[in-house]
């Protein structure tokens, strides 16, 4: 093949599109550790710091099924942490794998890219293991509701519980909005009080 400049120009090319791409992998770029304060989009970092804020979807039975948002804050300002798709599902997993599940207060490290999105910054998360618990702080209980009917009970639209079946009020709830708890610890942690006229009529 007879060279010319143009296929110099596309042999050197190659090369160095190989060579790079040799390189790169043989000596990935590795996070630089920063407090939040000090990142820049495009920065690949690591930050350490508390769950300010964990917003999760739940089944009817208080089930974590979702994420929705996760906030860590170092102590020189807050970042979100974004993950996607199988990330995002292997991500829930660990938080899950925890009892009780990883929640607000929990020390982590997070690794990733910065980007700024409509004004705020966040690290996204190339895979779940750039996520990790590195103090459990938050031992407060995963509380679930019953599928099944118990002797404690309540309107998913109310703030009081019932223990009476014969409870006029408790009486007055509609079937598909009742729940049922565990234990009247369990409706307590949750916000609800015990009905007064139960609390009267109770042996």
């Known amino acids: ?93 660990y938080i899950l794998q925890y009892t009780p599940m990883i929640k607000e207060g929990d020390y982590v490290e997070v690794r990733g890219k910065v980007s700024v999105y409509r004004g705020l910054y966040e690290v996204i998360l190339d895979k779940a293991d750039d996520f990790k618990l590195l103090k459990k702080n938050n031992f407060d209980r995963d509380i679930f509701l019953s599928p099944t009917p118990t002797s404690i009970y309540a309107s998913i639209y109310g703030k009081k519980y019932h223990t009476l079946d014969n409870c006029p009020y408790g009486k007055r709830l509609k079937k598909e909005n009742i729940i049922y708890f565990y234990s009247e610890e369990d409706a307590k942690a949750l916000g609800y009080e015990k009905c007064k006229w139960c609390k009267e009529h109770e042996n």
């Open 1 to 93: 093949m007879k060279l010319n400049e143009k296929n110099v120009m596309l042999f050197a090319l190659t090369c160095f599109i190989v060579v790079s791409t040799v390189w790169l992998f043989l000596n990935p770029i590795q996070p630089i550790e920063k407090h939040v304060s000090d990142v820049k989009e495009g920065d690949y970092v690591i930050i350490k710091g508390y769950i300010q804020e964990m917003d999760v979807k739940r089944d009817k039975y208080r089930h974590v099924i979702g994420l929705s948002r996760l906030v860590i804050n170092d102590g020189t300002g807050n970042i979100d942490v974004v993950a996607f798709g199988k990330t995002k599902t292997e991500l829930l997993n």
